[in-house]
């Protein structure tokens, strides 16, 4: 079972880059058999998918976000990371990462990110 | 593909049998997954492929379906049962996730 953690700040401003970051452990982002996704969930909403990279480099997005998303892997470091540019109030929410055979296997406990000037 | 789940809210007792419902607006064949999210938690994955419980998962919680219309069922509601259960599709090509907007199951 893969353990996954998510870091990076809980107050962003109106306009600016969301940016967070998801360690792994318990397995390497390399191996060829995962994709690793962002998953978000407003307050009191349900899940809305944002996207994932594969090990090859290899993204897929929401068709809803795709002009602001950019998703990343750090091998070095065992990592993946998400950058969502332009945020505005409407990006508030609990954001996960999970790691994805054919569905969502494993998840990190979620960081909430507060989009406030 | 937009999952619709129904109902919205369940309200039943302990021992009692649930069956909640998950219907997709175009086929999805068997890629079809449920999940549990208790309050202050990630999801977790009860079911894949429709069928299929995944790893952990007690046999009181079962899925079926296929196409567009699908089903988790839950015999013998325990305490720790109620919660929010959220659907989720795969399409490979092109490649989409979607969820449910999800059913809250409360004790009555």
């Known amino acids: 079972q893969l353990q996954l953690q998510e870091s990076g700040p809980g107050l962003v401003k109106p306009s600016q880059t969301l940016s967070l970051t998801c360690t792994v452990s318990g397995g390497s982002v390399s191996s060829g058999s995962y994709y690793w996704s962002w998953i978000r969930q407003p307050a009191g909403e349900g899940l809305e998918w944002i996207g994932r990279?594969?090990?090859?480099?290899?993204?897929n997005y929401n068709p809803s976000l795709e002009s602001r998303v950019t998703i990343s892997v750090d091998t070095s470091k065992n990592q993946f990371s998400l950058k969502l540019s332009s945020v505005t109030a409407a990006d508030t929410a609990v954001y996960y990462c999970a790691s994805q055979l054919g569905y969502f296997d494993d998840w990190g406990q979620g960081t909430l990110v507060t989009v406030s000037s | 593909i937009v999952l619709t789940q129904s109902p919205a809210t369940l309200s039943l007792s302990p021992g009692e049998r649930a069956t909640l419902s998950c219907r997709a607006s175009?086929?999805?064949?068997?890629?079809l997954a449920w999940y549990q999210q208790k309050p202050g938690q990630a999801p977790r994955l009860l079911i894949y492929d429709a069928s299929n419980r995944a790893t952990g998962i007690p046999a009181r919680f079962s899925g079926s379906g296929s196409g567009t219309d699908f089903t988790l069922t839950i015999t013998s509601l325990e305490p720790e049962d109620f919660a929010l259960y959220y659907c989720?599709?795969?399409?490979?090509?092109?490649?989409?996730?979607?969820f449910g907007q999800g059913t809250r199951l409360e004790i009555k």
């Open positions: 175009q086929s999805v064949s068997s890629y």
């Open positions: 990279i594969y090990t090859t480099g290899t993204t």
């Open positions: 989720q599709q795969r399409t490979n090509w092109p490649p989409r996730i979607t």
